[in-house]
């Protein structure tokens, strides 16, 4: 008698039927895909204006010759990103802390993190920048940053650590207490059931909104431009427009966040799948 397993001529009749179903699936969406796409594609070149259209947003020439200082521009989006989302990850989730002690001894820290938290997500973005940008330095404080960039940085920072916070928090709240009390019990002091039970479940639990939250900074980096000195990708582009009066540098700023958003938000749709987020999503 052979060891090696043969599937049974029902099992492939049921593998034979899932590829066909499959194949069927994908060329479903393919041409989906095409009609679809070819409809919208038919109906902006046709529109009455589309010549004048293609000529001030889509000009290759226009392109080419505003795409090095966009890059360079661009650089400065990447940089403010990447610290911005250091320092907001870590603000937020000491905010978050602070905001789920207990007792009565830590009611005055709870209150100043829940204002820190309503004041910063109720401001809106733009007039955050254009006070934190104009009004730091207006004070002449000794040692206070007048960088643009770094200023733009801590208004993001500000903004975003209070969602992040929230966020974070939400996923604190959801360890069950039996789990605390069950650390507790086997000898854990309370910053340590923090560390060791509470923080690595909840972080895994709010990963996915975490990302999305770090999707839009990443965008939203491009709004440190209304501080004027700071010559990121948009202001870069807005330059280049005005010298010309053709808004292509604009759609070559605009691929440019493209390139960096569209992979983080696939990552966060695999992140999502692989936690359940999205229960069966992702398939054609």
Request: with cysteine.
């Amino acid at each position: 008698m052979s060891d090696t397993w043969t599937p049974s001529a029902r099992q492939r009749e049921r593998d034979a039927y899932r590829r066909r179903q499959n194949l069927r699936s994908l060329l479903i969406a393919v041409v989906s895909t095409v009609v679809i796409g070819g409809l919208l594609i038919a109906g902006m070149v046709s529109a009455p204006g589309w010549q004048r259209t293609q000529e001030t947003f889509f000009n290759w020439d226009k392109a080419v010759d505003a795409f090095p200082d966009v890059l360079a521009g661009f650089w400065i989006n990447v940089k403010v990103f990447g610290a911005s989302a250091v320092c907001v990850l870590i603000l937020g989730m000491v905010l978050a802390i602070l905001k789920t002690l207990t007792g009565p001894v830590f009611w005055p820290v709870r209150a100043l993190a829940t204002v820190y938290i309503d004041v910063f997500r109720g401001l809106p973005m733009i007039l955050l920048l254009l006070l934190v940008g104009f009004g730091v330095p207006a004070l002449n404080l000794t040692g206070a940053p007048t960088d643009p960039v770094v200023l733009g940085c801590i208004a993001l920072v500000l903004s975003y650590s209070a969602y992040v916070a929230e966020v974070f928090r939400a996923g604190i709240e959801s360890i069950h207490p039996s789990q605390r009390a069950a650390a507790r019990s086997l000898g854990l002091s309370g910053s340590q059931t923090m560390r060791f039970v509470v923080l690595p479940q909840a972080v895994r639990r709010v990963v996915p909104p975490l990302l999305n939250d770090l999707v839009s900074l990443s965008k939203d980096s491009g709004l440190i431009s209304v501080l004027g000195a700071a010559i990121d990708s948009v202001r870069a582009a807005q330059i280049k427009t005005a010298e010309s009066f053709n808004f292509t540098p604009y759609v070559v700023a605009g691929l440019l966040f493209l390139v960096l958003t569209i992979p983080m938000t696939r990552i966060t749709d695999r992140i999502s799948r692989r936690y359940g987020a999205v229960p069966g999503g992702g398939h054609v």
